[in-house]
């Protein structure tokens, strides 16, 4: 007999397929300072008291079971990531304000997070931010800044905007001591 019930049992993944089907909408929900694109979380509240969570990030869909729906953006986080890396991916999902600046009598060495503000957009109703470490797209990743003052030179030296999908996008820049 529960041969037949483990076969009959649906996957997380199928439960949050037929509450979508059927406009089930979650109790709590987090989207990444990036936007929905980046990553988001859904939870909804089960019977039992539990959540079924849906973590979306950069196409990639993976869910659980929890007891509480605090902290869904933990779900967006992955461990083993370069500092560099970790910098702009906490910046791309809780926002560049919640990555520390760094003091000029910090050790160092440093990044320098740039971050493009995009305006609302009218589709998704939603404003987003992405960043990156400068020189993130460069063969060897990430420019790492022996002091603070190399780091602010090269700032001063950088464009206000960039040219992204034929829009000047604004671009604040901050200095990020690694750990």
């Given at each position: 007999m529960m041969d037949n019930v483990k076969e009959d049992m649906l996957s997380l993944e199928a439960v949050v397929k037929l509450l979508w089907q059927h406009d089930v909408d979650s109790q709590d929900h987090f989207t990444a300072a990036a936007g929905g694109d980046y990553g988001?979380?859904?939870?909804w509240a089960l019977p039992d008291g539990r959540f079924l969570v849906?973590?979306?990030?950069?196409?990639?869909?993976?869910?659980?079971?929890?007891?509480?729906?605090?902290?869904?953006?933990?779900?967006?986080?992955?461990?083993?990531?370069?500092?560099?890396?970790?910098?702009?991916?906490?910046?791309?999902?809780?926002?560049?304000?919640?990555?520390e600046t760094a003091a000029m009598d910090d050790l160092g060495p440093f990044v320098v997070l740039r971050?493009?503000?995009?305006?609302?957009?009218?589709?998704?109703?939603?404003?987003?931010?992405?960043?990156?470490?400068?020189?993130e797209d460069l063969p060897g990743g990430a420019i790492k800044f022996r002091s603070y003052l190399e780091a602010q030179a090269w700032i001063d030296r950088a464009p206000a905007s960039e040219l992204d999908n034929d829009n000047d996008v604004p671009l604040t820049y901050k200095i990020v001591a690694l750990p």
């Amino acid at each position: 007999m529960m041969d037949n019930v483990k076969e009959d049992m649906l996957s997380l993944e199928a439960v949050v397929k037929l509450l979508w089907q059927h406009d089930v909408d979650s109790q709590d929900h987090f989207t990444a300072a990036a936007g929905g694109d980046y990553g988001f979380v859904c939870a909804w509240a089960l019977p039992d008291g539990r959540f079924l969570v849906l973590c979306e990030h950069i196409g990639h869909s993976s869910y659980a079971l929890s007891d509480h729906s605090d902290y869904l953006e933990q779900y967006l986080f992955h461990p083993g990531l370069l500092d560099e890396v970790a910098i702009a991916h906490r910046a791309n999902v809780l926002g560049e304000d919640q990555v520390e600046t760094a003091a000029m009598d910090d050790l160092g060495p440093f990044v320098v997070l740039r971050t493009r503000h995009y305006e609302v957009d009218e589709e998704e109703f939603e404003r987003r931010e992405y960043s990156d470490c400068a020189g993130e797209d460069l063969p060897g990743g990430a420019i790492k800044f022996r002091s603070y003052l190399e780091a602010q030179a090269w700032i001063d030296r950088a464009p206000a905007s960039e040219l992204d999908n034929d829009n000047d996008v604004p671009l604040t820049y901050k200095i990020v001591a690694l750990p």
